[in-house]
């Protein structure tokens, strides 16, 4: 059962680091608009589906295909009322009720207007249930204003007018300012309107926007194809019907499951199945949706279907040490220097330390530690750490052996700061090859297995696994000077042959959930790396368990990303470009529904799966991105129904949010982060 208190800290934690991060360091710093968004809980007024995500700088799906917008777009909308002290101010658009909380901070009495009756009543009981008594909430149309309660210090709409309505111009006292979204979704400006006098008003277009559109009698007609309609908002699952002659993004909408919907994550569950191995992908390694919903799908898979490993991509020292962490239940505080290489972001992020500490949680309920969920790594880059800690290993079991491990290794000492250049060096002939010497080392490790692992099985594991890094490392990097498809298929056939150590290791009953890149987990026969000769962990997870394996695939089409912009260069908070037409994401974009997963192998459309089977561009975002070349550098074609078994979207994202030496400071000395 969750802890109360301990949820209220983390929400705590989560909307100060969004006030920080969104809003103050993007600009704003409007003394009332601060102290409300550090006051009230966005996450009271969102659905238990999407909680998690409610501090994220994205609109989050609500009933009626309606949206809460970003908090940024919140608080740069509130500063832009410049309101001073108190006053009343009007609302036209209540939705979740989020925005008029905030307003119910910073003025003495709001009337908040709704025309949906559900979301109105929804909103007022929040509301009441919080305290607010100066909100009024009022299911009326929006676009008339509310006369009885004019004139109005300030006026805020949450929607996108074809025009600014006069009604609402009549409304707003002489000095007052009245923000609002103007245009079609093909574009829209948020507009401030100053009244200077009983006749004059001073218009300013402060930036672009996208929103739902303003329906009602002074706004757009209401209608579902209405050219207003804009930020994509979320639809009911609809039941799959007789295929019709609609584009590819209306029957991607007619079959998508909205993740606000609470059945969502089960229909989920009951595709995977019996499968013994769930792949779910990214398609960036720095976008906090993706990260929170693998977790979760992850927990799920843990708590109702007895998985019991997870294997990511990351380096086997590095995930040892969480390893470790979730399943011994104690460390040493010197021991943790987990993932402090370049990217560090991509493991030491908020994201990644919530569910590592569910984990361990998880596990402390577990007895039998044999039981409880392993975390380890599948990737190869850790070449020199994997032969410390064969050598220590071989130190405290072997000292015969680990003389001559240490002088096999020893051929690869002069790279230690750049393994890249042996492979260069070896091709050269100015250096020699040290296959041979780390193959044996391997071997000499394999010989003495029954030996070895009599003192200690999972010491063992742990030495054997980074023995054979350590050999397919040294081949690794002297084949990125032979060609990209076999240093891809070296890594990704090392990833794979890991994944099965670990399924075999643990037993028969084993199930295991995979961490990695779309460009892994996804099946490469489906896309250009087919004629590239590449293949990847998702074909050969395919090829090896059949159906016993699904697949996951991740999109989006806007937000910001944690990237470089290029290899060993410090992280940042990029922009997102909007997807290219012509790719998956710009059809999915085009559904208009926020938040969804797609069922591939599934798939209740034959028409859909046909279309879905037809090359079109994908993008890809690893820890480099580079906007200026984006179809050069981040783009590919893929026929998505092969690729994937399920495809989950996410239209707007935020950057992952990186661990740093301060967060850390005060945290237990057992964390596995801690540098």
Not at 215 to 221: K, L, T
Not at 304 to 311: H, N, P, T
Not at 408 to 413: H, M, T, W
């Amino acid at each position: 059962m969750t802890d109360p208190s301990a949820m209220n800290d983390a929400y705590n934690r989560q909307r100060e680091a969004m006030v920080n991060q969104q809003v103050v360091q993007r600009g704003i710093h409007s003394p009332p608009v601060i102290e409300a968004l550090r006051k009230v809980p966005r996450e009271a007024f969102i659905s238990d589906a999407l909680r998690e995500f409610a501090y994220d700088d994205t609109p989050l799906p609500i009933a009626e295909r309606q949206t809460i917008s970003q908090p940024y777009i919140v608080a740069y909308m509130l500063d832009a009322l410049q309101l001073r002290e108190g006053g009343r101010v009007l609302e036209i658009g209540t939705g979740s009720g989020y925005a008029a909380a905030l307003l119910g901070e910073m003025a003495d009495e709001v009337v908040t207007l709704e025309r949906y009756k559900s979301l109105a009543d929804e909103a007022r009981d929040i509301l009441q249930r919080l305290g607010y008594r100066n909100v009024d909430v009022i299911h009326s149309d929006g676009t008339l204003g509310w006369p009885e309660k004019a004139p109005y210090d300030a006026i805020v709409v949450a929607a996108a007018a074809p025009e600014i309505p006069q009604r609402l111009k009549e409304q707003l006292a002489i000095g007052g300012r009245l923000v609002i979204p103007v245009g079609a979704h093909d574009g829209q400006s948020l507009r401030c309107l100053t009244r200077t006098s009983e006749h004059d008003y001073r218009e300013e277009h402060l930036t672009s926007v996208r929103f739902v559109p303003l329906v009602g009698e002074a706004g757009w007609a209401d209608r579902e194809d209405t050219s207003a309609s804009s930020k994509p908002v979320t639809a009911k699952k609809i039941p799959a019907r007789k295929a019709r002659s609609g584009s590819t993004s209306e029957l991607i909408a007619e079959c998508a499951e909205p993740l606000d919907d609470e059945g969502a994550l089960d229909a989920l569950l009951e595709r995977i199945g019996d499968s013994r191995v769930v792949l779910i992908g990214e398609s960036s390694h720095g976008t906090s949706e993706f990260y929170r919903y693998r977790a979760r799908i992850t927990q799920a898979l843990i708590e109702q279907k007895g998985f019991d490993l997870l294997a990511v991509e990351a380096d086997w020292p590095d995930a040892s040490q969480i390893d470790h962490y979730v399943r011994d239940l104690q460390t040493e505080a010197s021991q943790w220097t987990a993932f402090s290489r370049f990217p560090t972001w991509m493991w030491r992020n908020e994201e990644v330390r919530e569910f590592v500490d569910w984990l361990h949680d998880h596990n402390s309920r577990i007895t039998d530690r044999t039981q409880r969920v392993g975390f380890h790594g599948l990737d190869l880059y850790s070449l020199f750490t994997s032969i410390d800690s064969v050598l220590d290993y071989l130190e405290d079991v072997d000292a015969d052996a680990a003389r001559d491990a240490r002088e096999r290794y020893s051929c690869l000492a002069p790279w230690r700061t750049d393994p890249s250049a042996y492979g260069r060096a070896a091709i050269s002939g100015s250096y020699r090859e040290c296959r041979a010497d780390v193959v044996t080392a391997l071997v000499e490790l394999l010989k003495k297995r029954m030996e070895y692992s009599s003192m200690g099985g999972t010491r063992y594991l742990d030495a054997m696994q980074n023995a054979r890094l350590v050999a397919n490392a040294e081949r690794y990097y002297y084949s990125l000077y032979g060609g990209n498809a076999e240093s891809w298929n070296l890594r990704d056939q090392h990833m794979f042959d890991t994944l099965k150590v670990l399924l075999t290791y643990r037993g028969e009953n084993t199930k295991a959930v995979v961490w990695e890149h779309n460009s892994h987990i996804g099946d490469a026969r489906a896309t250009d790396m087919r004629g590239r000769g590449q293949l990847n962990l998702g074909q050969l997870c395919r090829e090896a368990y059949g159906n016993d394996a699904y697949l996951i695939g991740f999109g989006t089409d806007t937000g910001t990303v944690a990237a470089a912009a290029d290899w060993g260069e410090p992280m940042e908070v990029m922009d997102v470009q909007p997807s290219l037409e012509g790719s998956w994401e710009r059809l999915c974009h085009e559904a208009r529904i926020s938040a969804f997963q797609l069922p591939l192998r599934h798939s209740r459309s034959q028409v859909l799966n046909k279309r879905l089977l037809e090359p079109q561009l994908e993008r890809a975002i690893g820890v480099i991105y580079r906007p200026a070349t984006e179809l050069s550098s981040h783009y590919f074609k893929a026929r998505l129904a092969q690729q994937f078994d399920e495809y989950i979207w996410f239209d707007h994202t935020t950057a992952i949010t990186p661990l740093t030496s301060k967060t850390l400071e005060g945290t237990p000395d057992t964390y596995p982060f801690g540098l």
